[in-house]
């Protein structure tokens, strides 16, 4: 199987193509980013070839794409690749604007191809772990939810308001709003947010906090901030406190770790799931057995359009219907 990649403007890109060269029977034909010092680093660092202008990897002989580019140039390249007949995963948020993420289902479904979007968290452990509890109806009925998916703000396109269509909240919310989504199958009907900068001196918003009210009467809350400092020894977190009426779960997908004390500070030694590689593994079979993919165009369709709801709450200081 043959499969490429465009851009790695996103710092998932480099799993994501580390994921690819451990499959057995896989290809990875080129990398396509129009950064060429970027593009030939990586490409060499990936023992494969580098194209300037991603339409010519595109005609090359390859059956499937990971789109790791900046978010407003999400729908440019899912739609191309997906007129030429090839499979898409595609890094979230699938798209900077709802009706371009719309657009980029509807011509994914017009040309039979799969749009798969990247929610590597559905990978984790634990978060897997904890879904198998709710599905059992341990905790009886849902009631509520309280996320966090704070991170260090990346810097470079992604406070660049037009390449990422927004700061924190775009970037963190999605996550955790798809793990619910899948946790319960509800959805969000409305959302109520704050969203501000405090943090850095970039002019993108670095901090929000998000109130959720659901289908069958759920509630959830979420901080989506990039409030991790530089000297902070992980990227960020990913956690869950989960109420049920029979009882309470918390979930901390990052946990699997060891905290190393030196004279140099708090350390992070990782030890847990490699979520790339099992997220990339699952597109490459959904491929290869032309099966319904996992997460889906619409999982980041209906992730991404609480995030913009979010951004208009806060400027209208209302909540907002999604109704």
């Known amino acids: ?39 030939k680093k990586v490409a060499a660092q990936f023992q494969t070839n580098h194209y300037l202008d991603y339409h010519e990897l595109l005609d090359q002989d390859i059956e499937a794409v990971i789109i790791t580019s900046e978010n407003s140039l999400h729908m440019e390249h899912v739609v191309t690749a ?66 966090t998916n704070r991170g260090t703000n990346p810097g470079g396109w992604f406070v660049d308001k037009e390449k990422s269509g927004g700061g924190a909240v775009i970037d963190h919310t999605v996550h955790v709003v798809d793990v619910i989504r899948w946790y319960t199958g509800a959805e969000v009907t409305e959302v109520y947010a704050e969203v501000d900068n405090k943090i850095s001196d970039h002019d993108i918003d670095d901090c929000g906090l998000l109130t959720m009210e659901f289908d069958n009467n759920m509630f959830a809350t979420l901080d989506c901030s990039w409030s991790r400092n530089k000297t902070y020894p992980t990227w960020g977190d990913v956690t869950l406190e989960i109420i049920g009426t029979n009882g309470t779960l918390a979930v ?59 951004y208009e709450s806060s400027e209208k200081k209302q909540p907002v219907s999604l109704t």
């Open 1 to 39: 199987m043959k499969v490429g990649m465009i851009s790695f403007a996103h710092g998932h890109a480099y799993g994501y193509a580390s994921a690819l060269q451990k499959i057995k029977g896989l290809e990875l034909v080129g990398i396509a980013d129009d950064n060429l010092e970027r593009g």
């Open 82 to 147: 997906a007129r030429k007949g090839i499979h898409i995963l595609c890094e979230k948020p699938l798209a900077s604007k709802v009706e371009d993420a719309k657009k980029m289902i509807q011509i994914c479904k017009e040309n039979n191809v799969i749009l798969q979007t990247a929610f590597p968290v559905r990978f984790n452990t634990p978060i897997i772990n904890a879904k198998k509890i709710i599905d059992s109806g341990e905790l009886g009925k849902i009631i509520a939810i309280k996320g």
């Open 252 to 310: 901390d997908a990052f946990e699997q770790k060891t905290n190393v004390y030196s004279n140099d500070g708090v350390q992070w030694d990782f030890w847990g799931d490699n979520m790339d590689d099992a997220l990339v593994a699952d597109f490459i079979t959904t491929v290869k057995e032309k099966k319904h993919p996992s997460i889906t165009g619409e999982d980041g369709l209906k992730a991404l359009e609480v995030a913009i709801a979010a």
